[in-house]
């Protein structure tokens, strides 16, 4: 049977997961908790903490502010102060490769690479989303009427993606063939980059928050329904002309979060009132991880063996569910 270990935290938890064997718990009051062997508490911010983002290479947590800085915070209780816009709300940020970090406020976004340097891309309309191809350098920029391809790391024309409409959170599917955005009406908008065909996966009672990725990348599981809603892409299609997975539908709650399994096919599903199912992709067979609770999960995120699960909710609950004994 899982069990469940809280974590004492002091808010609203904006990211949860692991950086190597470490559960992290990142709260909108600004602490940073770091769970291995002992706990670490850091407040690398004056204020507030608007997003976070585990960097690639597992040395740290990346963190923005309502104080316009971006540490760098390790599990060793080191922070490190990357970049800083003064008097500017970065609530964006992206990890990329090589050490390189993207953020934006506003109509601009940035890229501070591993040594230091930085360059500014800037936008008709404010930015929604961020985040880097799976390969390369290679950074999107989701924004009002769709979307940019950047190459950060050269001055090649970037990419524009149309769609009417407000783009917000964005990703690329693990092989770097699609882009899809969620928009600030209740739907997803994606791209095949080959030829920019465009893809609207629709029917949302109320807006997608939380995108992830199956293992493989034949699924985009998501929030947003009182179902995880699993959009295919192993066709040369996408989802357009098939009929998406619903796992782990109830009644009387909306899904909130959603976290895919890094090993198996399998999601773990998160609801409004707390409770978190893992539900099986090949049957729907629910396992109970967690019984509600306070408030809405907010967070979750598995260790590389998908042994551990760490979530955060709302109303300032946390923990990591174990799988094995």
């Known amino acids: 049977m899982p069990t469940v270990a809280p974590v004492e935290v002091d808010g609203f938890v904006v990211r949860a997961g692991f950086l190597k064997d470490g559960a992290y718990f990142a709260t909108g009051e600004g602490e940073v908790v770091f769970s291995a062997n002992g706990e670490t508490r850091l407040r690398p911010h004056k204020t507030g903490l608007l997003a976070a983002e ?4 597992g040395k740290g947590l990346i963190t ?6 971006i540490y760098l915070t ?10 800083e816009r003064p008097r500017k709300w970065i609530d964006l940020i992206a990890a990329g490769p090589s050490g390189a970090i993207a953020f934006a406020s506003g109509r601009t976004a940035w890229v501070r690479f591993a040594d230091g340097r930085e360059k500014e891309f800037s936008h008709d309309r404010a930015v929604g989303g961020l985040a880097f191809a799976p390969k390369g350098m ?23 993606l149309t769609w009417k409409g407000a783009h917000l959170g964005v990703c690329f599917s693990p092989d770097g063939k699609y882009l899809v955005t969620a928009m600030q009406e209740n739907a997803l908008h994606g791209w095949r980059l080959a030829d920019t065909q465009d893809m609207r996966m629709t029917g949302y ?3 997608v928050k939380s995108m992830s990725w199956s293992v493989k990348g034949k699924y985009l599981a998501t929030s947003g329904a009182n179902a995880a809603i699993l959009w295919p892409f192993s066709g040369k299609t996408g989802p357009m002309g098939q009929t998406p997975l619903q796992l782990g539908t109830r009644g009387d709650n909306l899904v909130s979060a959603v976290a895919c399994h890094p090993v198996e096919d399998v999601c ?3 609801y409004q009132d707390g409770m978190i199912l893992m ?17 809405p999960v907010s967070a979750m995120g598995w ?12 109303s300032g609950e946390a923990g990591i569910v174990s799988l094995q004994d």
């Open 54 to 57: 585990p960097a690639l290479d």
């Open 64 to 69: 923005s502010g309502d104080d316009g800085c």
């Open 74 to 83: 390790g599990m060793d209780g080191s922070s490190e102060l990357v970049a």
């Open 138 to 160: 290679r950074l999107a920029v989701s924004r009002y009427d769709g979307a940019t391809l950047w190459w950060a790391g050269t001055e090649g024309a970037p990419v524009e």
């Open 205 to 207: 009672p109320a807006k």
């Open 268 to 270: 773990a599903v998160g």
């Open 279 to 295: 539900c099986r992709f090949a049957d729907n067979a629910e396992v109970l991880l967690r019984r509600p609770g306070t408030g």
């Open 303 to 314: 260790d590389a063996e998908g042994v551990r699960l760490a979530f955060g909710t709302e």
